[in-house]
């Protein structure tokens, strides 16, 4: 049956937040390319095309203007338009707007969240400045990266050091700045976590939320306020002929450089110069070595130790997938059998299928869930969060179906990565 990718509404993507896009708004199309998992996928990606985490049999999907049929055609890619979105007025939000799209939070208010949740229960949360947004330091605008820490607090906990009393949950949103589901759901995270039986929990389990992980990519998208800008990367460098900045979900080093990356500085999967090059990558790897214990030694196909405890989940928008290491190829890791378990063990909560990026979209390298596992051991997994038609699917569905349709399946995913914390191996 043929999938529709609905709501793909968006503009040329801007070069500053402040400021409408120079030739003003523009159509959006959505192709579908013949593009089966192996060569012809890696191809795709490795052209620099804006491939959505989606499949459909033997087809991916190409995110474009007008002019991108034709250099796919160029390129040797036959093509169809799945959707073509006409462009929408631009109305760009009040810079004092808590909101945008019909309820999806800044920026600004997601930080102004987290230090009123730590105010309201410091028996349970502390926040903490894990680092500074690229913008930030260049002296332009910019945030604090910040993540909350919740548990019932004893001596030890919320602690940065990996020798914590507590297993821990880590889970973190908008990587891509465009997947606006994801930091909606750790908005509903941290306060079900505060105010439910959840807190249950929380007696034996520590929970780490960073509910922005790419702060200015999320400026550029919240700009457009009703109009969001489908912006993925950071904010970091200029590109004349596309979106600036890099996919910090290549830019990590596990791999980089590797499959499923580009070193054009337009494209959408633009690894940076080199790995690790960018602050929000570097401040979330010190972070997470901060965290957790080391147990795994170097190699493609070393085991971490079985006394591993932790969870790391990265949420990201969409197609309903649960992915896990490694992505950079479909060899299998020293840790498969459990990854496979646990993934599979979140999937049943949701419909969501689960295995290796390579096995079920196309290889990708750089990506944060590698880096975690590759360099400490623990367990990590990507949520692509949604399915890809109606109105509740794609990039930006309805702000009603976070409450309805994904909250209720991500939070008994939640539950699930919180209980296979404490011996995920």
């Given at each position: 049956?043929?999938?529709?990718?609905?709501?793909?509404?968006?503009?040329?993507?801007?070069?500053?937040?402040?400021?409408?896009?120079?030739?003003?708004?523009?159509?959006?199309?959505?192709l579908?390319?013949?593009?089966?998992?192996?060569?012809?996928?890696?191809r795709l990606?490795?052209?620099?095309?804006?491939?959505?985490?989606?499949?459909?049999?033997?087809?991916?999907?190409?995110i474009?203007?007008?002019?991108?049929?034709?250099?796919?055609?160029?390129?040797?890619?036959?093509?169809?338009?799945?959707?073509?979105t006409?462009?929408?007025?631009?109305?760009?939000?009040?810079?004092?707007?808590?909101?945008y799209?019909?309820?999806?939070?800044?920026?600004t208010?997601h930080?102004a969240?987290?230090?009123?949740?730590?105010?309201?229960?410091?028996?349970?949360?502390?926040?903490?400045?894990?680092?500074?947004?690229?913008?930030?330091t260049?002296?332009?605008?910019?945030h604090?990266?910040?993540?909350?820490?919740?548990?019932r607090?004893?001596?030890?906990?919320?602690?940065?050091?990996?020798?914590?009393?507590?297993?821990?949950?880590?889970v973190?949103?908008?990587?891509?700045?465009?997947?606006?589901?994801?930091?909606?759901?750790a908005?509903?995270?941290?306060d079900?976590?505060?105010?439910?039986?959840?807190?249950?929990?929380?007696?034996?389990?520590?929970?780490?939320?960073?509910?922005?992980?790419?702060?200015?990519?999320?400026?550029?998208?919240?700009?457009?306020?009703?109009?969001?800008?489908?912006?993925?990367?950071?904010?970091?460098?200029?590109?004349?002929?596309?979106?600036?900045?890099?996919d910090?979900?290549?830019?990590?080093?596990?791999?980089w450089?590797?499959?499923?990356?580009?070193?054009?500085?337009?494209?959408?999967?633009?690894?940076?110069?080199?790995?690790?090059?960018?602050?929000?990558?570097?401040a979330?790897?010190?972070?997470?070595?901060?965290?957790?214990?080391?147990?795994?030694?170097?190699?493609?196909?070393?085991?971490?130790?079985?006394?591993?405890?932790?969870?790391?989940i990265?949420?990201?928008?969409?197609?309903?997938?649960?992915?896990?290491?490694w992505g950079?190829?479909?060899?299998k890791?020293?840790?498969?059998?459990?990854?496979?378990?646990?993934?599979?063990?979140?999937a049943?909560q949701?419909?969501?299928?689960?295995?290796?990026?390579?096995?079920?979209l196309?290889?990708?390298?750089?990506?944060?869930d590698?880096?975690?596992?590759?360099?400490?051991?623990?367990?990590?997994?990507?949520?692509?969060?949604?399915?890809?038609?109606?109105?509740?699917?794609?990039?930006?569905?309805?702000?009603?179906?976070?409450?309805?349709?994904?909250?209720?399946?991500?939070?008994?995913?939640?539950?699930?990565?919180?209980?296979?914390?404490?011996?995920?191996y």
């Amino acid at each position: 049956m043929r999938t529709v990718l609905a709501l793909l509404a968006g503009l040329a993507l801007l070069l500053h937040p402040a400021a409408a896009p120079a030739d003003g708004p523009q159509a959006t199309y959505v192709l579908r390319v013949p593009a089966p998992i192996g060569d012809s996928a890696q191809r795709l990606l490795g052209l620099g095309y804006d491939v959505v985490e989606q499949r459909d049999g033997t087809d991916l999907f190409v995110i474009g203007d007008a002019h991108t049929a034709d250099r796919l055609r160029a390129d040797g890619f036959q093509s169809t338009v799945e959707t073509r979105t006409p462009p929408s007025p631009w109305a760009p939000r009040s810079v004092g707007d808590a909101t945008y799209y019909g309820g999806y939070h800044t920026v600004t208010a997601h930080l102004a969240h987290l230090d009123e949740v730590a105010a309201k229960h410091p028996d349970l949360a502390t926040v903490v400045d894990y680092g500074d947004s690229w913008r930030k330091t260049q002296g332009d605008g910019g945030h604090d990266l910040k993540a909350i820490c919740i548990t019932r607090k004893s001596p030890g906990d919320c602690a940065l050091t990996p020798t914590a009393p507590k297993p821990r949950l880590f889970v973190m949103g908008q990587l891509h700045a465009r997947e606006i589901t994801t930091g909606d759901m750790a908005w509903r995270f941290i306060d079900d976590l505060v105010a439910s039986d959840l807190t249950a929990m929380l007696d034996t389990v520590e929970v780490w939320v960073v509910p922005i992980a790419n702060p200015d990519g999320v400026d550029i998208v919240e700009s457009g306020g009703d109009t969001p800008v489908l912006h993925r990367k950071n904010a970091q460098g200029t590109c004349s002929a596309g979106p600036r900045g890099v996919d910090l979900n290549r830019n990590a080093g596990s791999h980089w450089g590797e499959a499923g990356s580009s070193s054009n500085k337009c494209s959408e999967v633009y690894r940076g110069p080199r790995a690790d090059s960018e602050v929000e990558t570097q401040a979330l790897q010190a972070l997470w070595r901060n965290l957790y214990r080391d147990t795994r030694a170097p190699g493609d196909t070393a085991s971490a130790t079985p006394d591993t405890t932790g969870v790391v989940i990265s949420m990201h928008s969409y197609g309903n997938y649960v992915l896990f290491p490694w992505g950079w190829s479909t060899q299998k890791t020293g840790n498969d059998a459990a990854l496979r378990k646990i993934a599979n063990d979140m999937a049943a909560q949701s419909g969501y299928r689960a295995g290796q990026p390579g096995e079920l979209l196309y290889n990708a390298a750089g990506a944060t869930d590698d880096w975690v596992y590759d360099d400490l051991g623990v367990p990590s997994f990507v949520w692509e969060i949604g399915a890809s038609s109606g109105s509740c699917g794609g990039f930006l569905p309805l702000y009603s179906c976070q409450r309805d349709v994904h909250w209720p399946k991500v939070r008994s995913m939640l539950i699930s990565a919180m209980k296979a914390t404490h011996k995920p191996y």
